[in-house]
């Protein structure tokens, strides 16, 4: 069965953090995401990355940043994590023009 | 204007009742469309992808209007168990940037 896993459910951060989220897809998919998803706001794309070391920004960028070393792996970079950083992220993959599969998310608390 | 917009909620429905959602986008271009469920706390799965016939799956028929740039979500004979928000799915300006809408809350009621 199609798998994206990531690394922790529920993750405790203090303010001025560096906070990796990783993302790993067994379904060598090119194509994978992340997301966070705030209530009121639905899912926000951050970044994505459509091949190996290549990626794009999304919608709300700032304040993070990618990696894709390896074709299964994304993981998305909080530099310095602050409050308003506080949400569930939501990592997915997927081949072109074909659905998205997610990962069971991350729920992310920046104290 | 919002890339995708949906009908703002919550539905709030009996049992056995028909319940319909409206999604629009932005992007005429739009090649790919679907809907996803997503439960309390947990991530979004796919319902149905929505092509351009228009396709049905059971209780659920989906369906796509390029000319007004529409997708619809159709439930019919709805159950409890249905109760979740529902989002819509539109792949961007890019090929492969999917975009969501905020979710359409729906609670099927006894």
């Known amino acids: 069965d199609v798998k994206v896993t990531q690394s922790s459910r529920y993750l405790v951060k203090r303010t001025g953090e560096k906070v990796f989220l990783e993302c790993v897809q067994d379904m060598d998919h090119e194509n994978m995401f992340w997301y966070r998803q705030d209530p009121g706001l639905g899912l926000r794309l951050i970044y994505f990355s459509y091949d190996v070391k290549m990626k794009e920004k999304g919608d709300i960028p700032e304040g993070y940043s990618v990696s894709r070393e390896k074709k299964e792996r994304f993981s998305l970079i909080l530099e310095s994590a602050s409050t308003n950083q506080t949400s569930m992220y939501l990592c997915?993959?997927?081949?072109?023009?074909?659905?998205?599969?997610f990962g069971s998310g991350t729920q992310l608390s920046v104290l | 204007r919002k890339e995708v917009e949906q009908d703002p909620g919550p539905f709030n429905v009996p049992e056995g009742a028909t319940v319909a959602f409206n999604c629009t986008y932005s992007n005429s271009a739009s090649q790919s469309f679907f809907w996803y469920r997503q439960d309390c706390r947990k991530e979004p799965k796919l319902l149905m992808s929505?092509?351009?016939s228009g396709n049905e799956d059971g209780r659920f028929t989906a369906q796509l209007n390029r000319a007004s740039q529409y997708i619809s979500l159709l439930i019919r004979d709805s159950k409890l168990s249905d109760s979740a928000t529902y989002l819509c799915v539109v792949n961007g300006q890019r090929d492969n940037d999917m975009r969501f809408g905020a979710g359409t809350r729906l609670t099927v009621k006894p």
């Open positions: 929505v092509y351009s």
């Open positions: 997915a993959s997927k081949v072109t023009n074909e659905k998205l599969f």
